[in-house]
């Protein structure tokens, strides 16, 4: 079975530094790869995607994931992050035909201290 | 924006009792989805529909139902409530393509 896994359960940052959150998913052919984030108390909203293309792909709020295929990798980034960015972040993937089926990951909980 | 609205944000039940969730999406996507998420599990595929009446198991189908009788509303069904039930319930809607999933507030369902 398809599956994603993120090795990065909690994160503690201090305001200004850099952030990279690993993703890793099993599956072999196309994928769609997604980055969702949730704040305290908010509904889970897009970070990113990548359907094809540049494997570097930008979202919202600085962020932005490369996708390397030979390393079954999409992991998220961000050069220097605020107390806002404090949430869970979630890595989330489409395989192939797999009718918009999404597997999440467990998620990322980050915690920026000012 | 796409608006996905549940019909609660807080649920108490008592263990065996019927209980229903109602979710509702206003951008006629064809595609909609019930997870749960539990801490250190991430968010787990119960049930979804791709068309009005047309319904597929996810991961966790067990102890759940689901019905679909109009394309804005997909309700989420506990037949008789159990405490491992107790969890952060989620509805999300999407077109067939491209297939960015977008989400609702959750409903927390506490079953004591």
């Known amino acids: 079975a398809q599956s994603v896994s993120q090795h990065n359960h909690h994160v503690i940052l201090s305001e200004a530094a850099s952030l990279e959150l690993g993703c890793n998913y099993s599956?072999?052919?196309?994928?769609?790869l997604f980055w969702y984030v949730q704040y305290p108390g908010q509904h889970l909203q897009l970070l990113l995607k990548?359907?094809?293309?540049?494997?570097l792909v930008k979202g919202i709020k600085g962020f932005e994931a490369e996708f390397i295929k030979s390393k079954f990798s999409f992991n998220l980034r961000k050069p220097s992050v605020q107390w806002s960015d404090t949430a869970e972040y979630f890595c989330?993937?489409?395989?192939?035909?797999?009718?918009?089926?999404?597997?999440f990951g467990t998620g990322t909980l980050l915690a920026v201290q000012p | 924006d796409v608006k996905v609205t549940q019909s609660s944000r807080y649920l108490v039940k008592r263990t065996g009792e019927k209980v229903f969730l109602e979710c509702v999406q206003d951008?006629?996507?064809?595609?909609m989805f019930w997870y749960r998420q539990d801490p250190g599990l991430g968010l787990r595929l119960i049930y979804f529909?791709?068309?009005?009446?047309?319904?597929e198991k996810g991961d966790i189908p067990e102890g759940y139902s689901v019905s679909r009788e109009k394309k804005e509303r997909f309700s989420l069904i506990l037949e008789s409530a159990s405490t491992n039930q107790t969890s952060m319930y989620l509805c999300?809607?999407?077109?067939?393509?491209?297939?960015?999933?977008?989400f609702g507030p959750g409903t927390r369902l506490t079953v004591t």
């Open positions: 999300a809607s999407s077109r067939q393509e491209p297939y960015e999933q977008y």
């Open positions: 599956y072999g052919g196309t994928v769609n």
């Open positions: 990548y359907f094809s293309g540049d494997p």
């Open positions: 989330a993937v489409i395989s192939g035909g797999a009718t918009n089926k999404l597997i």
């Open positions: 951008m006629d996507h064809e595609n």
């Open positions: 529909s791709y068309d009005v009446k047309m319904k």
